[in-house]
């Protein structure tokens, strides 16, 4: 998590200068108090994050962060006063999936895994309505302030023991700078600007479809059955969601 961290943080903050050169600390004094809590949120939930991947199967840990969109709808409600449409609500039922996955997480003692991942929804899902809420200001900087919270914490957790083979820093390189800062953070954020939200929750399911198939293959982790059932109601839910918000969208 630290050099990960530390990558994806460097790579973030020298594309923010890029974009904004002097006026940098200007921007990040705009992201205010709100933003300093998204950047708690979206620092600490790499933490659970890993939690969740050593002490539950891939597949149950990514099905079940799949219900973000439905957090994010039910938050947005409760505190953007955002009206959630019938589709949602049903779709949300379908998701129940998840208390299949969690069941057989009691089964084969993965309990704590699970709710790691589950934590990890939820944080990520306040992030999300932190950022409709501060739809004029660009939280480009929150991330790099999360990432520098994750450091911290990664460093008192370890005692500042962060001796690693030069392979596994390698690997933190291209995990930080490569897949979670360039990918899955600055190209992401360019992207929404030009897509629907359904769009985006659509591309965003093939990390969850695809993961579970990666380990599958290359660390020989096989899903359970009823991983698979319940992320099947998961995926098909938030699929049938957002085909449903794009076939009703104008144009």
Same mark, same amino acid.
């Given at each position: +998590?630290?050099?990960?961290?530390?990558?994806?943080?460097?790579?973030?903050?020298?594309?923010?200068?890029?974009?904004?050169?002097?006026?940098?600390?200007?921007?990040?004094?705009?992201?205010?108090?709100?933003?300093?809590?998204?950047?708690?949120?979206?620092?600490?939930?790499?933490?659970?994050?890993?939690?969740?991947?050593?002490?539950?199967?891939?597949? +149950?840990?990514?099905?079940?962060?799949?219900?973000?969109?439905?957090?994010?709808?039910?938050?947005?409600?409760?505190?953007?006063?955002?009206?959630?449409?019938?589709?949602?609500?049903?779709?949300?039922?379908?998701?129940?999936?998840?208390?299949?996955?969690?069941?057989?997480?009691?089964?084969?003692?993965?309990?704590?895994?699970?709710?790691?991942?589950?934590?990890?929804?939820?944080?990520?899902?306040?992030?999300?309505?932190?950022?409709?809420?501060?739809?004029?200001?660009?939280?480009?900087?929150?991330?790099?302030?999360?990432?520098?919270?994750?450091?911290?914490?990664?460093?008192?957790?370890?005692?500042?023991?962060?001796?690693?083979?030069?392979?596994?820093?390698?690997?933190?390189?291209?995990?930080?700078?490569?897949?979670?800062?360039?990918?899955? +953070?600055?190209?992401?954020?360019?992207?929404?600007?030009?897509?629907?939200?359904?769009?985006?929750?659509?591309?965003?399911?093939?990390?969850?479809?695809?993961?579970?198939?990666?380990?599958?293959?290359?660390?020989?982790?096989?899903?359970?059955?009823?991983?698979?059932?319940?992320?099947?109601?998961?995926?098909?839910?938030?699929?049938?969601?957002?085909?449903?918000?794009?076939?009703?969208?104008?144009?």
């Amino acid at each position: +998590n630290f050099y990960r961290s530390f990558f994806m943080g460097l790579l973030l903050l020298t594309l923010a200068g890029a974009q904004y050169g002097r006026g940098l600390g200007r921007v990040f004094r705009r992201i205010g108090p709100l933003g300093l809590i998204a950047s708690f949120l979206i620092g600490i939930a790499p933490i659970f994050y890993v939690f969740a991947m050593t002490e539950t199967t891939v597949a +149950n840990a990514l099905f079940i962060i799949a219900t973000v969109p439905f957090f994010t709808a039910v938050l947005a409600w409760l505190f953007l006063a955002e009206r959630v449409r019938t589709g949602t609500w049903v779709a949300m039922a379908a998701a129940a999936g998840i208390l299949v996955m969690v069941g057989e997480g009691l089964a084969v003692g993965s309990l704590f895994g699970n709710a790691m991942a589950l934590l990890v929804a939820l944080l990520f899902s306040c992030f999300a309505v932190i950022v409709r809420r501060q739809r004029d200001v660009d939280l480009l900087p929150a991330l790099v302030l999360g990432a520098l919270f994750t450091c911290v914490v990664s460093l008192f957790a370890t005692g500042g023991a962060l001796a690693i083979s030069t392979h596994d820093l390698l690997l933190c390189l291209v995990w930080g700078a490569g897949i979670s800062g360039l990918v899955g +953070n600055w190209l992401f954020i360019k992207a929404a600007r030009h897509l629907a939200a359904a769009e985006v929750t659509l591309l965003m399911m093939t990390e969850f479809v695809l993961g579970p198939i990666w380990v599958w293959l290359f660390v020989a982790e096989v899903p359970g059955r009823y991983t698979l059932i319940g992320g099947a109601l998961v995926l098909g839910a938030v699929a049938g969601r957002a085909i449903s918000d794009i076939r009703a969208r104008p144009g």
